[in-house]
């Protein structure tokens, strides 16, 4: 798909929707079905984004009449926050959950069933419940699917959909007065030219900035280029200190290491270092008696992913060891690898049997 610019104003739009994650695709489809006119300008194919890659899949709680269960939610995300959460984001985002994901589900979206024929519910770090839908370990690309397909069948009906265009900046609308907002944005186009696109509201649906580390999990279109138009516009910026660390990925030498989902621990693998991991092949009791885990957090290898990491971290810098192992030989082989089919592959290709 390509855009239609004949010079370099682009036709005005009503949104201007930046990045196609699942932010950009979901609310371009709800505004455009809304009556809107709407763009969506994005800087690589529709489907390049972290969406794309995300593995474990997304938490709520579906049953919107069941208050305790609502309310654990809201108590596990406060205690994972480590007290720093705003109740009242957090209280919307849990009480909301069920009627978003249905909107993904009436998108197309599948998620994997139980043999009962009921959603089948996993568990992640700092969750005390069942309450992650997925779909396999790779739900964040049936996501993208769905988004992608809905976004696809739109553009017959007009919605406007620039692939391989990057935006640059955001233009104000008063070049001394921030506070007066802005009237659309520039982007470099495929031909190498800059265009602009005048709209009365500009989304920044583009993503995080991983790529600002040595190494990261995240896909190379993470440069944080909406935080950075946003600043340079005037806007507030706030809670840049809040960046979430992976813990667990393949321990390759590579500056974009393979996640392993934190689902992996939600189903019963085990952090050990390599001392503890010999250790525990001495004896038959269960490796998770020897997880080093167990002295940073009573929920051992299942806490949430800052305390992992963070202990991790302790662990190499007083051993030297180049990694932590993740231990999954006490679990059943042909369900884990039914489970996470992307990572069996993947592990694979560099010669390890998940199992
Ligand atoms: C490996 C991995 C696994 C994950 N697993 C999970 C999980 O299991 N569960 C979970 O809840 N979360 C998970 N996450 C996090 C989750 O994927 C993200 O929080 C979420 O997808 C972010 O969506 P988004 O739409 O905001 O951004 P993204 O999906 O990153 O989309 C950003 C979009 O903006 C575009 N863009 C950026 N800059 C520009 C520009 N200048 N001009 C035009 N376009 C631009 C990008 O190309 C991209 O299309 C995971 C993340 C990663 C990387």
Redesign the pocket.
């Known amino acids: 798909m390509a855009g239609d610019a004949s010079n370099r104003d682009l036709p005005p739009v009503d949104v201007a929707v930046?990045?196609?994650?699942?932010?950009?695709l979901f609310l371009a489809l709800r505004c455009f079905r809304a009556g809107l006119s709407v763009a969506i300008?994005?800087?690589?194919s529709l489907s390049?984004?972290?969406?794309n890659?995300?593995?474990?899949?997304?938490a709520g709680v579906l049953d919107v009449d069941n208050q305790a269960a609502l309310e654990a939610h809201v108590q596990d995300t406060i205690a994972s926050g480590g007290g720093l959460c705003d109740e009242q984001v957090v209280r919307s985002v849990v009480y909301e959950a069920a009627s978003r994901i249905k909107d993904l589900v009436d998108q197309g979206v599948q998620f994997d069933l139980s043999a009962e024929g009921i959603y089948d519910l996993t568990r992640e770090g700092g969750h005390s419940e069942h309450r992650i839908l997925h779909s396999r370990d790779r739900?964040?690309a049936e996501i993208e699917r769905a988004l992608t397909e809905g976004a696809a069948d739109e553009y017959e009906s007009g919605l406007r959909i620039f692939e391989d265009?990057?935006?640059l900046d955001l233009v104000r609308r008063d070049l001394q007065r921030p506070e007066k907002g802005v009237a659309g944005l520039w982007c470099l186009a495929p031909d190498g030219k800059v265009y602009t696109l005048a709209s009365r509201c500009v989304v920044l649906?583009?993503?995080?900035a991983g790529m600002l580390h040595l190494a990261t999990?995240?896909?190379p279109?993470?440069?944080g280029?909406?935080v950075a138009m946003a600043h340079r516009v005037g806007a507030d910026i706030s809670d840049m200190e809040f960046i979430q660390f992976h813990p667990t990925a393949l321990a390759i030498d590579s500056q974009h290491p393979f996640?392993i989902?934190e689902a992996m621990r939600g189903h019963g693998a085990i952090l050990l270092t390599r001392s503890e991991y010999k250790e525990w092949k001495h004896t038959d009791g269960f490796p998770s008696d020897f997880s080093y885990m167990n002295r940073y957090s009573t929920k051992g290898s299942l806490d949430t992913r800052d305390v992992v990491a963070r202990a991790t971290d302790t662990e190499l810098k007083k051993s030297g060891d180049s990694h932590v192992l993740l231990v999954t030989e006490h679990l059943d082989v042909q369900e884990i690898r039914e489970e996470f089919p992307t990572i069996a592959n993947k592990l694979a290709e560099y010669g390890i049997d998940l199992g």
């Open positions: 930046i990045g196609s994650g699942i932010a950009g300008i994005t800087k690589k390049t984004s972290s969406t890659w995300a593995q474990g899949g997304i739900t964040g265009w990057m935006v649906a583009s993503g995080g999990t995240n896909p279109v993470s440069t280029d909406g996640l989902t």
